[in-house]
Structure formats: C-alpha cells, structure tokens
C-alpha cells in the first residue's frame, strides 16, 4: 500500500525555468514532509522540509509547498540547472510515540537540459 | 565526523551465505535507521534504534534478518541464508527526534 505517491517518473526542464515535483498522500496523519535528492551511487540527501502547521517553505531556489485539504506537496525548483539533475524524492511521517518512520514515494528523475 | 558512514560501499555473495553490513551513524545522533530500496523504488523502513534498543520494526524484515546497536553507536545488519530478493540498496541513517534523516551512501547487496 503506497501512502506516497509520486505519479510522474521522470520530468525534463530547459536551464534557467522552473521544475515542479509533485508528490501525493494517502494517510491524513501526516504532519512532516522531506524531499530528498539522490545521486546514482550515493545516499539520498535531504533537501527541504515542511510541517503541517505551514503551506510552504522556502531555501534559495527550492520551495515546497503543502495543501493539505488536497494531501498533495510539490517542489519548486527555480531556476533549474543542470546539476539539479536526479532523482528526487519526497517522504513523509506521522506522529509516533517511538520513532519517526518515514514513507517515500517512488522517485521523479529529473533532467535539467542546458 | 564527516556524515553516516556504511561499509561495505558494495557486495556480492552467493545465495545461501550470510552477510553483515555496518551502519556508522552521526556521533551525536541518538536514532538510526536501516531501510531498503530497490530499483524504481522510493526507501522502504526496516527498523529503527532509539539508542540501543531496537523500537520498531516492519513486517518486511524477515527472520532471516537481525540488526544491532550493541552501545548505541554503530549498528550492524545481518541476513542469514541469502535470497536472490535480497539483492538491494541497504541505506541506514541517522537523526535527532523531530528531525529529518542523515543517509549513509548505502550497501549495494547483490545475491547471484
């Protein structure tokens, strides 16, 4: 059962415009939201984050914004450059009493075309 | 500390054996985390170590799995007897509570 959704595998963006990452959900109990980008051969490393009591948050060019009604969050990447290339990941936890286990989607590939 | 160290970076074992990963988490991170990924897949949870004490696990880890945090340092992840299924990205990571994971580079397993 997939609680996060992220329906497009892969988006290609020209250099310089803007790339939207969507990433959808299931259970109305989350309340913490991380995007992550992976490399090939390495980790994923995080990204931004947002919480529940907010609709967006900004870090230079990333932006993720949460609508809650909707359980949906995008990322905002602008401008795109070419080193934004990869996959990007978005995940998400519930409050728990023991620990913060997160749900990933399963990845959009980005391409960033100089 | 430069970051959540794993070791090995890659192995590849025959089906049946049985292998060991290590997990060197952040020094000042009291909870880490093992997950696994296969291709096309997002990270899916194995378990998780609140110091030394194993809190959570999922139903994914199998008894042939078992992981340790023996001093609530580094943790180790073994599975015994290999499957050709086991072939995966093992990524452990680490944090503080309330805050978002650390990853290590991960442990590319392949069973042949």
């Known amino acids: 059962d997939q609680q996060v959704k992220q329906n497009s595998p892969s988006l290609s963006v020209q250099e310089g415009r803007i790339s939207i990452l969507n990433c959808d959900y299931t259970n109305s109990m989350f309340d913490y939201f991380l995007w992550y980008k992976k490399y090939p051969a390495e980790g994923p490393t995080f990204l931004i984050s947002?919480?529940?009591?907010?609709d967006k948050n900004e870090d230079g060019r990333f932006t993720v914004f949460l609508n809650k009604s909707a359980k949906h969050l995008s990322l905002h990447i602008v401008p795109s450059q070419p080193g934004d290339s990869a996959v990007y990941f978005c995940a998400a936890s519930a409050p728990s009493n023991t620990g913060n286990q997160f749900y990933f989607g399963t990845g959009t590939s980005l391409t960033v075309i100089p | 500390d430069t970051g959540v160290s794993q070791n090995p970076r890659h192995k590849i074992t025959k089906r049946g054996q049985n292998v060991t990963f290590r997990c060197d988490p952040i020094s000042e991170h009291n909870r880490l985390y093992w997950y696994r990924q296969t291709l096309g897949q997002g990270p899916e949870f194995l378990t998780y170590f609140q110091n030394e004490a194993q809190l959570e696990k999922s139903r994914l880890l199998s008894d042939r799995f078992s992981a340790e945090r023996p001093k609530g340092s580094f943790s180790t992840l073994e599975i015994q007897r290999t499957e050709q299924g086991d072939s995966a990205m093992y990524l452990c990571?680490?944090?503080?509570?309330?805050?978002?994971?650390?990853f290590g580079s991960g442990t590319r397993l392949t069973v042949v």
């Open positions: 990571a680490s944090s503080f509570p309330g805050w978002g994971y650390t």
């Open positions: 947002i919480s529940s009591i907010k």
